[in-house]
């Protein structure tokens, strides 16, 4: 299911921060190479995902990864930005990307087909093929 997927992109990329930060201190800076490189995997996961299932919220949470990266590369550029607001734009957009999620995870009805509830598009392609 690409909640699953979505869910792991969120954790993993949670946990890789936490990490970094926690152990050294330099990573808080805007644009650093390690959080940013973290951001670009997000943003690549989810794009995947959004082209590779039948849902709407990965690209969402695609759109609000890309958002985080304009984020961490203007924090840079504009060295007047204070750190508080530099991270709470980036916890903004990071919710943004979890609401998505919960909100695609809730509008998946339980009465779903297996087609609509396993959420690739080769099956839901499939599926359409043998119904004509």
């Not at 909640?3 to 990490?19: D, F, H, K, M, S």
């Not at 709407?56 to 958002?67: K, L, Q, R, S, T």
């Not at 060295?79 to 957009?93: D, M, N, W």
């Not at 990307?97 to 609509?116: D, M, S, V, Y």
Request: avoid cysteine.
């Amino acid at each position: 299911m690409p909640e699953r997927a979505g869910a792991a992109i969120n954790l993993l990329a949670v946990g890789a921060t936490w990490a970094f930060r926690t152990f050294d201190p330099a990573h808080l800076a805007p644009a650093d190479v390690a959080i940013l490189s973290i951001d670009v995997v997000v943003a690549g996961s989810f794009f995947w995902l959004g082209i590779s299932t039948i849902r709407f919220w990965p690209i969402w949470a695609a759109g609000f990864a890309v958002a985080d990266l304009f984020m961490s590369i203007f924090g840079a550029l504009l060295p007047r930005v204070p750190l508080f607001a530099y991270h709470t734009g980036l916890g903004i957009y990071a919710y943004l990307a979890l609401g998505a999620l919960a909100l695609g995870t809730f509008r998946l009805p339980t009465n779903a087909e297996p087609h609509i509830r396993n959420g690739s598009r080769r099956l839901w392609v499939q599926y359409l093929r043998e119904t004509t």
